[in-house]
């Protein structure tokens, strides 16, 4: 057993806002996906094998809270796995315990934090999972790396996913909570971490006003991905990242070379952005879970470093989001204004159900002018819909039509060396013209 340490400010967040609104009176409660068992050779031993690996792997999963000392919780790892974590059903039980399951409150003095429902068919094998975790230990970042470990099992994402969740009361009583007392003993933590990011972020990749894109406009390149699935499945299963960890890295690594730039302040647009509860609730700013990305050793392995990226983000989001006004306000003192938005942003669009991939160009590189006004200098989304794409948005000033081409390509290219060639070092990638 690990001896306890302290919980970072996002956890702190989570926890203080659970125990004054309890039964899930708190966006985010529990997070949950559903998946379907793609292994047709797995019995119910394969699934509760396969969720003791991760639990063994993640310390998150192997851990308690301790709330004794009220203003200071601590949380302690054990070296066991927990028994009991994974609740079989038959097909006469499946409905109910899908749906009653996952409001289960957790017991934070015993519970691990997470529990699997699996249900079976009518012949007695695994037919779907469901993972629930609580907010406590997993975002939904971090859980997409639990769907990649458990891959081969049930495939590399979920087919469902939720919140087992009721709204605030009101949007401004989390505001007013993270401002008392309770939170106190975590706020330095998160100013340390404004602190560090804005005074090491390049300043001048941090758009501070409104302007820009609208009075320079706006280049649109896509970048066609259909004919680089299996690339992309491979360095998926080496790295034990899904897509979107796989895009920001290299988006990431192609800024570098075409900007110059050691240090890279890049973000993920998180989709509870535009739910009407947070509006009121955190700024923008936090909810874009900002990661300063370094430039990486030459002699490291690519792979290595793609599956090194979606941990900054992790890292980020537990010490830095959810809080209402810290990064406002250091923002202020340090730039003399919060930024509009921080650097390079990434989103994702989900396949829409029924539709069918269309073919790709014979260039699988497209660029053209976009009128559309875009949230930073620089946007990026992987959409799934009609076929798997990149969609790099610029502001012509910060990234030229030229520069966006030059980006795209770039990536298409580094993409299938790492697939091929598994010891792929940084040095190895192609250099970046434009």
């Given at each position: 057993m690990a001896g306890p340490s302290p919980l970072t400010f996002g956890q702190m967040s989570t926890l203080r806002a659970l125990q004054k609104w309890p039964g899930h009176r708190w966006p985010e409660g529990n997070l949950i996906h559903r998946h379907r068992i793609v292994d047709a050779r797995a019995d119910v031993d394969d699934v509760r094998a396969a969720l003791r690996g991760v639990a063994r792997h993640h310390a998150a999963l192997r851990t308690t809270f301790d709330l004794r000392d009220v203003p200071n919780p601590v949380h302690v790892i054990h070296d066991d796995v927990a028994a009991g974590t994974l609740v079989v059903a038959g097909p006469d039980e499946a409905a109910d315990v899908l749906r009653t399951g996952p409001l289960t409150l957790f017991d934070y003095d015993t519970d691990r934090g997470w529990r699997a429902f699996l249900t079976l068919d009518a012949h007695g094998r695994p037919d779907e999972l469901l993972l629930c975790m609580s907010h406590l230990i997993v975002d939904g970042w971090s859980m997409r790396h639990l769907d990649m470990e458990l891959a081969p099992l049930i495939g590399e994402r979920p087919f469902d996913w939720d919140h087992a969740t009721t709204s605030l009361r009101t949007t401004a009583e989390l505001a007013d909570l993270q401002r008392g007392d309770a939170w106190a003993g975590r706020r330095e933590q998160a100013e340390t971490y404004w602190r560090d990011f804005f005074t090491l972020a390049p300043v001048h990749r941090l758009q501070t006003s409104g302007v820009g894109a609208e009075a320079d406009g706006v280049t649109c390149g896509v970048l066609h991905l259909d004919?680089?699935?299996?690339?992309?499945?491979?360095?998926?299963?080496?790295?034990?990242?899904?897509?979107?960890?796989?895009?920001?890295?290299?988006?990431?690594?192609?800024?570098?070379?075409?900007?110059?730039?050691?240090?890279?302040?890049?973000?993920?647009?998180?989709?509870?952005?535009?739910?009407?509860?947070?509006?009121?609730?955190?700024?923008?700013?936090?909810?874009?879970?900002?990661?300063?990305?370094?430039?990486?050793?030459?002699?490291?392995?690519?792979?290595?470093?793609?599956?090194?990226?979606?941990?900054?983000?992790?890292?980020?989001?537990?010490?830095?989001?959810?809080?209402?006004?810290?990064?406002?306000?250091?923002?202020?003192?340090?730039?003399?204004?919060?930024?509009?938005?921080?650097?390079?942003?990434?989103?994702?669009?989900?396949?829409?159900?029924?539709?069918?991939?269309?073919?790709?160009?014979?260039?699988?590189?497209?660029?053209?002018?976009?009128?559309?006004?875009?949230?930073?200098?620089?946007?990026?989304?992987?959409?799934?819909?009609?076929?798997?794409?990149?969609?790099?948005?610029?502001?012509?000033?910060?990234?030229?039509?030229?520069?966006?081409?030059?980006?795209?390509?770039?990536?298409a290219e580094a993409l299938t060396l790492t697939a091929q060639r598994e010891s792929l070092r940084i040095r190895d990638l192609p250099a970046l013209t434009v």
């Open positions: 004919g680089h699935r299996e690339a992309i499945a491979t360095i998926n299963r080496r790295g034990r990242v899904f897509l979107g960890g796989v895009v920001l890295a290299f988006l990431g690594l192609a800024l570098m070379r075409a900007w110059d730039e050691d240090v890279l302040p890049m973000a993920l647009m998180t989709s509870n952005r535009t739910v009407p509860v947070w509006r009121d609730v955190v700024t923008t700013v936090n909810q874009q879970i900002p990661a300063l990305l370094h430039r990486p050793d030459p002699d490291a392995q690519v792979i290595a470093h793609i599956a090194d990226v979606p941990r900054v983000s992790v890292t980020a989001h537990r010490n830095g989001c959810y809080d209402v006004d810290m990064a406002d306000r250091v923002a202020g003192e340090l730039l003399g204004a919060p930024p509009r938005s921080f650097g390079p942003l990434l989103n994702f669009t989900a396949r829409g159900d029924g539709e069918a991939a269309s073919p790709p160009p014979a260039d699988p590189v497209v660029v053209g002018g976009s009128p559309q006004g875009i949230p930073t200098d620089v946007y990026i989304a992987v959409n799934d819909t009609g076929g798997l794409s990149i969609d790099l948005f610029a502001v012509r000033q910060a990234l030229p039509a030229p520069a966006v081409e030059a980006c795209l390509r770039w990536i």
